[in-house]
């Protein structure tokens, strides 16, 4: 597994901003039948409500996209600990 990279949120909304973010991100770099869910994923503004909830009772919510043996994950995780060490407030 390798860390691609992280970002400290203190809100859902802005966690899954990030998420959202980064999945443009891998979307660009996949093949077009694999970006499609991701690209359909940023857009849906259901699950996103459905992922706040979710990041709110404190549950870690994961998109996950495979592309072959690959898998990106990209998550929050409420009152994680970031790379260095610190937490929010």
Same mark, same amino acid.
């Given at each position: 597994?390798?860390?691609?990279?992280?970002?400290?949120?203190?809100?859902?909304?802005?966690? $899954? /901003?990030?998420?959202?973010?980064? %999945?443009?991100? #891998?979307? !660009?770099?996949?093949?077009?039948? *694999?970006?499609?869910?991701?690209?359909?994923?940023?857009?849906?503004?259901?699950?996103?409500?459905?992922?706040?909830?979710? $990041? /709110?009772?404190?549950?870690?919510? %994961?998109?996950? #996209?495979? !592309?072959?043996?690959?898998?990106? *994950?990209?998550?929050?995780?409420?009152?994680?600990?970031?790379?260095?060490?610190?937490?929010?407030?």
């Amino acid at each position: 597994m390798l860390w691609l990279g992280g970002q400290a949120c203190w809100t859902p909304e802005q966690a $899954l /901003a990030w998420i959202g973010w980064r %999945a443009g991100h #891998v979307a !660009d770099q996949l093949d077009d039948h *694999v970006a499609r869910p991701v690209r359909a994923w940023i857009q849906d503004h259901a699950e996103h409500q459905r992922a706040s909830g979710q $990041l /709110a009772r404190g549950i870690t919510y %994961a998109l996950v #996209v495979c !592309d072959g043996s690959v898998q990106f *994950v990209l998550a929050a995780t409420p009152g994680a600990f970031d790379p260095d060490g610190e937490s929010p407030p």
